[in-house]
């Protein structure tokens, strides 16, 4: 099944259920002043509050075009009210659209839904170059340096996570959250069996000291 990312910075908007219109999944996820709380997948529109707790929305705005997961992404900004200063402020601050709010879920869905079926839809970041690493987001393909690395699926999305997220403590529980696998215990578990085998893919192409362990706290990803 296809799919298409919806990140608002409303925390209650990003708990809204997923939607299914047919061979299309419409799923809903948080978006902090850090990015994105799980793997981004498929085209993305953005919903940015024009007030949040640690940072204006403009200012969100500019972040999201400098972020290469969502450069491509539809921004919404939601005004407060409908002013002509604060529309205009809102486009040259890089948003695409703007909504008075606050938004429910169908109101959200219907704005999606119309671009996505006219084809208005935005571009999803195809390729990650950090360094010797190169990931091919669409091909579902990592290299490092000129040789493949052997990855599962899952394996692939622990690795594209874990390097949009470098150089960072990132926990299991994490992990399960950022791949949508959040309510299954099991899968607590399951991530020592992706990050295993993720292990055995980069010691095939000799890059195993990318991925560190933090004993007690979780795993690294070292691209510095």
């Known amino acids: 099944m296809n799919r298409v990312s919806i990140v608002t910075t409303d925390e209650n908007a990003a708990r ?10 419409f799923v809903f996820g948080l978006l902090t002043s850090q990015g994105p709380q799980k793997l ?12 949040m707790e640690d940072l204006s929305g403009l200012e969100m705005c500019r972040r999201l075009r400098a972020d290469h997961r969502l450069n491509d992404a539809h921004v919404t900004i939601v005004l407060e ?27 959200m869905l219907d704005r999606v839904l119309a671009l996505h079926s006219s084809g208005g839809r935005p571009g999803a970041g195809q390729v990650l170059d950090l360094g010797e690493l190169h990931i091919n987001v669409a091909g579902e ?6 040789s ?21 403590i990132l926990t299991r529980q994490e992990l399960v959250d950022a791949l949508g696998k959040a309510g299954d215990p099991e899968y607590l578990r399951t991530v020592d069996v992706w990050i ?9 192409v000799n890059a195993g000291h ?4 933090v004993h007690g706290k979780g795993y690294v990803l070292d691209l510095a």
């Open 16 to 25: 809204f259920d997923s939607f299914s219109n047919g061979e299309t999944e």
């Open 40 to 51: 981004v997948e498929g085209p993305v529109w953005a919903f940015v509050d024009w007030v």
């Open 81 to 107: 009210a409908d002013d002509a200063d604060d529309r205009r402020r809102a486009l040259k601050a890089g948003a695409d659209d703007y909504a008075i709010g606050p938004l429910d879920r169908k109101s």
């Open 141 to 146: 393909q990592a290299r490092w340096k000129k």
């Open 148 to 168: 493949q690395i052997p990855l599962r699926p899952n394996e692939f999305r622990v690795l594209r996570f874990m390097a949009e997220n470098p150089n960072r």
């Open 196 to 204: 295993k085998r993720l292990r055995f893919g980069l010691r095939e």
């Open 210 to 213: 990318l991925l560190r362990t």
